[in-house]
Nanobody, 127 residues
Framework: QVQLVESGGGLVQAGDSLRLSCAASGRTFSSYAMGWFRQAPGKERDIVAAISSSGAIIYYAGSVKGRCTISRDNAKKTVSLHMNSLTPEDTAVYYC????????????????????WGQGTQVTVPS
């Protein structure tokens, strides 16, 4: 099992940058594919970015592609999401998620693919 704790959310201005971090517990973090999701009020939980367990394969949702970077440090058991050029449409609760996988080069983009979730961190970009 793995436990996930997000940090780094808050109130930011449009155009600013933000870095979210997710710290994982457990001894086999390197066998988990990771993802960042977000959920705005009244909307479904959507993928933002995903990264394979090896870190070699990365996926970005179209809405953030070009202004978002996901990275992981398997030695430190962390995964990060850096976002720039934030807009009010980025306002949401951001969740870190993990799924154990034997495929080191595969990412997962659907919420149902993930077994473990953090508690979420609120990001607010006022209009």
């Amino acid at each position: 099992q793995v436990q996930l704790v997000e940090s780094g959310g808050g109130l930011v201005q449009a155009g600013d940058s933000l870095r979210l971090s997710c710290a994982a517990s457990g001894r086999t973090f390197s066998s988990y594919a990771m993802g960042w999701f977000r959920q705005a009020p009244g909307k479904e939980r959507d993928i933002v970015a995903a990264i394979s367990s090896s870190g070699a394969i990365i996926y970005y949702a179209g809405s953030v592609k070009g202004r978002c970077t996901i990275s992981r440090d398997n030695a430190k058991k962390t995964v990060s999401l850096h976002m720039n050029s934030l807009t009010p449409e980025d306002t949401a609760v951001y969740y870190c998620a993990a799924t154990q996988t034997p495929h080191s080069g595969r990412y997962y983009s659907k919420p149902d693919d993930y077994a473990y979730w953090g508690q979420g961190t609120q990001v607010t970009v006022p209009s």
